[in-house]
């Protein structure tokens, strides 16, 4: 009998199954698709030779995960590779803000009214940011704080509404990139906490950058795949799971699924029927004939590049696909272009590039060319560099990865009590009805992102009962 078995082969579910078998214990993965890594694989999806990321790209929090940091995952060909500048963030007069590596860079784009605000609200975390965040992304009752008062302070700070803390801001350029950094987490500007997400990107930036992974995203999976296997541990693919009765025999059962599925696979009946999906996305993945002309020279060197003319129009954006459940008709857009710094993933002169705008949940609509007109407000010629193009709404990216419900990529609304407590109301979060069964999705905190800590929480909760037994 194996001690463990975990079903769902993404960052997660990997990161589980390490810990696990770090610490002596039996343990095999089971994934449904032909190779590992969920929201982090890469695949040719256009034309030959060009490299995508069907889903994460860039990786603020994989860098800064206290999980991946312990592990010696560069020994097994993870190796970062850093643009010129982490983010950019152009206006449509051809200027930028930036989120650099130092402040002091970040401040002065922001112009002078600003820079003094901004410094002051990053530089009391900075210096004790690695503390900060293992103390932020192990609640709730995974590990005591190190440095509660700091932790407080933070909380003071990150709990009121991005719209609260953007009244420190008096110009346009420092609203909209913090804008920006908050709806990563595709939630409305004015929701609880929201704050908090926009400081962690911004200090995940200056403290290590917002690099990608050299090859793309699956050297990521596949460095935590090759690991798991020189601790002894296996990892089996095509290998749907739909009960609990097709997995071998174990003394724990961890899922790296959406609450929905584990329900459904282990027969909890209605017990994640509150958890709420939020609006999900409408994704492009671009063969490009050349780098993209942006307008802004910020943008042409930074690997990731928000668009979003004002924070006006990033929040309205926000507030259609997820209050009003329409698309929106200026849709805030997440870029990233991994072949400014990494020419593998294209042909000699050629570009890989995508972007994605928010949409409804479940929505069917096609977002094409809403998100190349946007494009060409801040980088008039794009169209002109395409040579091929992978669209994927909501169906398509439920299809490609089960946990993106209704195209959701988070794993479940990050807005209100939700973002903090999930995906129950409960200090234990990792347990489910079933004391031998856990969940380790980015459904659980710290939540959505590719930074494997949800699995690290989890397998903590696995082995103290293992141990118990």
Same mark, same amino acid.
Request: aromatic share 8%; charged share 20%.
């Given at each position: 009998?194996?001690?463990?078995?975990?079903?769902?082969?993404?960052?997660?579910? %990997?990161?589980?199954?390490?810990?696990?078998?770090?610490?002596?214990? !039996?343990?095999?993965?089971?994934?449904?698709?032909?190779?590992?890594?969920?929201?982090?694989?890469?695949? =040719?999806?256009?034309?030959?030779?060009?490299?995508?990321?069907?889903?994460?790209?860039?990786?603020?929090?994989?860098?800064?995960?206290? /999980?991946?940091?312990? &592990?010696?995952?560069?020994?097994?060909? &993870?190796?970062?590779?850093?643009?010129?500048?982490?983010?950019? #963030?152009?206006?449509? *007069?051809?200027?930028?803000?930036?989120?650099?590596?130092?402040?002091?860079?970040?401040?002065?784009?922001?112009?002078?009214?600003?820079?003094?605000?901004?410094?002051?609200?990053?530089?009391?975390?900075?210096?004790?940011?690695?503390? %900060?965040?293992?103390?932020?992304?192990?609640?709730?009752?995974?590990?005591?704080?190190? *440095?509660?008062?700091?932790?407080?302070?933070?909380?003071?700070?990150? %709990?009121?509404?991005?719209? @609260?803390?953007?009244?420190?801001?008096?110009?346009?350029?420092?609203?909209?990139?913090?804008?920006?950094?908050?709806?990563?987490?595709?939630?409305?500007?004015?929701?609880?906490?929201? !704050?908090?997400?926009?400081?962690?990107?911004? @200090?995940?930036?200056?403290?290590?950058?917002?690099?990608?992974?050299?090859?793309?995203?699956?050297?990521?999976?596949?460095?935590?795949?090759?690991?798991?296997?020189?601790?002894?541990?296996?990892? #089996?693919? *095509?290998? =749907?799971?739909?009960?609990?009765?097709?997995?071998?025999?174990?003394?724990?059962?961890?899922?790296?699924?959406?609450?929905?599925?584990?329900?459904?696979?282990?027969?909890?009946?209605?017990?994640?029927?509150?958890?709420?999906?939020?609006?999900?996305?409408?994704?492009?993945?671009?063969? +490009?004939?050349?780098?993209? $002309?942006?307008?802004?020279? =910020?943008?042409?060197?930074?690997?990731?590049?928000?668009?979003?003319? !004002?924070?006006? =129009?990033?929040?309205?954006?926000?507030?259609?696909?997820?209050?009003?459940?329409?698309?929106?008709?200026?849709?805030?857009?997440?870029?990233?272009?991994?072949?400014?710094?990494?020419?593998?993933?294209? $042909?000699?002169?050629? #570009?890989?590039?995508?972007?994605?705008?928010?949409?409804?949940?479940?929505?069917?609509?096609?977002?094409?060319?809403?998100?190349?007109?946007?494009?060409?407000?801040?980088?008039?010629?794009?169209?002109?560099?395409?040579?091929?193009?992978?669209?994927?709404? $909501?169906?398509?990216?439920?299809?490609?990865?089960?946990?993106?419900?209704?195209?959701?990529?988070?794993?479940?609304?990050?807005?209100? +009590?939700?973002?903090?407590?999930?995906?129950?109301?409960?200090?234990?979060?990792?347990?489910?009805?079933?004391? /031998?069964?856990?969940?380790?999705?980015?459904?659980?905190?710290?939540? $959505?992102?590719? #930074?494997?800590?949800?699995?690290?929480?989890?397998?903590?909760?696995?082995?103290?009962?293992?141990?118990?037994?």
């Amino acid at each position: 009998m194996l001690d463990a078995v975990v079903v769902g082969a993404g960052p997660n579910g %990997l990161t589980a199954a390490v810990e696990l078998a770090r610490r002596g214990f !039996s343990v095999a993965v089971f994934e449904a698709r032909s190779t590992v890594g969920g929201g982090a694989r890469t695949e =040719e999806l256009t034309l030959p030779g060009f490299r995508h990321d069907p889903c994460s790209a860039a990786h603020p929090l994989a860098i800064n995960s206290p /999980a991946f940091r312990a &592990l010696p995952l560069e020994r097994y060909g &993870l190796e970062w590779l850093h643009a010129e500048l982490p983010m950019a #963030h152009p206006f449509p *007069d051809g200027t930028a803000a930036v989120l650099a590596r130092t402040v002091g860079e970040t401040a002065a784009s922001f112009g002078p009214r600003d820079a003094g605000a901004y410094r002051r609200l990053i530089e009391p975390f900075l210096p004790k940011w690695d503390t %900060l965040a293992r103390d932020f992304m192990s609640l709730p009752l995974t590990a005591l704080p190190r *440095d509660p008062v700091t932790l407080a302070r933070f909380g003071l700070a990150g %709990l009121p509404p991005s719209t @609260l803390l953007m009244r420190r801001f008096r110009d346009e350029p420092a609203k909209a990139l913090f804008s920006g950094l908050v709806a990563h987490v595709m939630a409305p500007l004015g929701g609880l906490a929201t !704050s908090a997400v926009g400081l962690v990107f911004a @200090l995940a930036a200056h403290a290590r950058g917002w690099p990608v992974a050299r090859g793309g995203s699956q050297s990521l999976s596949d460095a935590l795949t090759a690991y798991l296997r020189d601790l002894g541990g296996s990892v #089996h693919t *095509d290998y =749907e799971v739909k009960r609990l009765d097709d997995l071998p025999p174990a003394r724990a059962y961890v899922f790296d699924t959406s609450p929905t599925a584990l329900a459904r696979i282990a027969g909890f009946g209605s017990h994640y029927a509150g958890y709420r999906y939020g609006p999900g996305v409408f994704k492009v993945d671009y063969a +490009l004939d050349g780098p993209v $002309p942006w307008t802004a020279k =910020e943008a042409r060197a930074a690997g990731t590049v928000q668009v979003g003319a !004002s924070s006006a =129009e990033i929040g309205a954006a926000l507030n259609a696909a997820s209050r009003q459940g329409r698309a929106p008709d200026k849709p805030f857009l997440i870029t990233v272009q991994p072949s400014v710094v990494d020419p593998t993933r294209a $042909p000699a002169g050629k #570009h890989v590039f995508w972007a994605y705008g928010h949409v409804p949940h479940g929505w069917t609509g096609d977002l094409t060319d809403t998100i190349e007109r946007q494009l060409e407000r801040f980088a008039p010629g794009f169209r002109d560099r395409v040579l091929a193009r992978a669209t994927a709404g $909501p169906p398509e990216l439920a299809a490609r990865n089960a946990n993106y419900v209704g195209g959701d990529i988070a794993s479940g609304a990050a807005s209100g +009590l939700q973002l903090l407590l999930r995906p129950k109301l409960t200090l234990f979060p990792y347990r489910t009805p079933h004391p /031998a069964v856990f969940i380790c999705s980015s459904a659980t905190p710290p939540g $959505p992102g590719v #930074h494997g800590m949800s699995g690290h929480n989890a397998a903590k909760a696995v082995w103290k009962r293992l141990r118990q037994i």
